[in-house]
């Protein structure tokens, strides 16, 4: 897999990006503290290998036995990075809304976080789009996807623990325009950096 740390990087900053699942491990945070945003962010990484795996079985086969198949859809993944940046280059500010509400148990917040990966759009154009394209046809396609599906979770369990930790102690910068305007800006130079970087890749 000569392109694992590049697919590395644009995993680790498609997790980082705020979305929905940032949205609910920030709230988790901030409302029960890092004990009690574990169980989202676990949900959050659980529900990611269930997409995966669903989309291995169908997609990711045809795409690691068809040069046209992976043509196409290394397109439409570079289009859809694109497509990500200059959302996130032109959306207002990033902000969420801090929830009032009783402490939920672990299972509660597992399965919200679950649930709400299943209804990202993120992810699953990731996995649908992204993921499948850096299958090497020479090398085994169960164990790369594996990899890449595990490499996935890992990050989100890594990078949403460090949202979560830091959640508190960067409050007031969170919450300010200028900082959700840096965080939207950033995300999306990179991601239309790793766009065009994808479009130019082969194997």
Avoid at 19 to 48: D, E, H, K, W, Y
Avoid at 154 to 160: A, D, E, G, N, R
Avoid at 184 to 198: A, D, Q, T
Wanted: hydrophobic fraction near 55%; include cysteine.
């Amino acid at each position: 897999m000569r392109l694992y740390p590049v697919y590395f990087a644009i995993a680790a900053v498609t997790v980082f990006s705020p979305g929905p699942g940032v949205v609910m491990t920030l709230t988790n945070s901030l409302q029960f503290g890092l004990r009690g945003a574990f169980g989202g962010i676990l949900g959050i990484s659980c529900g990611a290998l269930i997409i995966a795996t669903v989309s291995a079985t169908s997609l990711g086969v045809l795409l690691a036995g068809s040069a046209v198949a992976f043509t196409i859809v290394k397109w439409i993944g570079a289009l859809y990075l694109a497509y990500l940046g200059v959302r996130l280059w032109r959306a207002p500010a990033f902000c969420f809304n801090e929830m009032a509400g009783c402490e939920a148990g672990f299972r509660g917040n597992f399965l919200k976080g679950m649930t709400l990966q299943f209804t990202n759009p993120k992810a699953i154009f990731f996995f649908l789009s992204v993921l499948p394209q850096f299958v090497d046809r020479d090398m085994d396609y169960a164990l790369q996807f594996a990899l890449m599906a595990l490499t996935y979770s890992l990050l989100i369990i890594v990078i949403h623990g460090i949202y979560a930790f830091g959640a508190e102690r960067s409050r007031p910068w969170l919450t300010s325009e200028t900082g959700g305007r840096i965080v939207n800006r950033l995300g999306g130079v990179v991601f239309v950096m790793f766009s065009l970087l994808l479009a130019i890749s082969s194997r």
